[in-house]
């Protein structure tokens, strides 16, 4: 099977492709290599994946309207995975434009791109994000999500409605995933865990948010792949019970499914960052400040549906996940 990632030198993206070449499967994956963190993590992760026979790696821009259309046309994918985005809440804040441009304009050009190939499943990154205001816990892809807190959630949210465009005028098959908190070995260098690591093992003081009384739902890694690849399987299909009258909002009468994937067991900061002095070794030397502006106190995962539709579990603990992941950073940073 002929299988678009795009987002592959990224976190995410390089883990699922890694997956995929190991079960045989053809892949051609993109990235733009942004400078948005270090770019030599990205070099790296790539290295990995052009050892594959069955892997092509291409250096394209999501944004590139012309470049994604000769992608598409060139390589008539039957698959696509979409998870190239600019990330991080806090930094669109300070540039918005980035996230107009990755998340808006060149999801557009994904969805085009599949319209154009009759694509057989399109499989895309949300993110828990989009619950935004919600309090109701847990989260659930039932519950309306009109209240982000910041405009990466909203590009996110617009995610899903171009998604349901597509999917019911064109009958595109497009299947959702509110990614929650991810972490692991490779991972993203803005991320908590990251930062954390590499300051407490200078002996740097650790900023904690909201006095360390967050509650997230942290998922590691191989369980957000277990799931992608779990979906990806089985193309999206039109819900039959859908009603106009009371609209279910993970459902439809087209090819539109949401779901979360979440670890289903939120976590405090405090205790994350226990689990982490432990894999260490070290005491970490803690700052308590107030929440920052566009975060939210809690996530919460109600991945039910996932566990039903496709037989999805996470199955790795705070202390598994962690632990692998310090072993990683160490033999990769040489610490």
Known sequence: MSILITGTAGFIGAAVAQRLLECGEQVIGLDNHNTYYDPALKEARTAQLTAHVNYQHLRVDVADRTAMAEVFERYKPQRVIHLA???????SLENPAAYIDSNLVGFANVLEGCRQQQVEHLVYASSSSVYGANEVMPFSTHHNVDHPLSLYA?????NESMAHTYSHLYALPTTGLRFFTVYGPWGRPDMALFKFTQAILAGETIPVYHYGQHRR????IDDIVEGVIRVLDQPAKPNPAWSGHTP????SRAPWRLYNIGNHQPVLLLDYIAALEKALGISAK???????PGDVPDTYADVDDLIEQFGYQPSTSIEEGIGKFVRWYRDFYGV
């Open 85 to 91: 985005a600019q990330a991080g809440v806090r930094y």
């Open 154 to 158: 909203a590009t996110k949210k617009a």
């Open 217 to 220: 739902d942290f998922t590691y």
């Open 248 to 251: 279910d909002s993970a459902s």
């Open 286 to 292: 803690k700052e308590l400040l107030p929440m920052q």
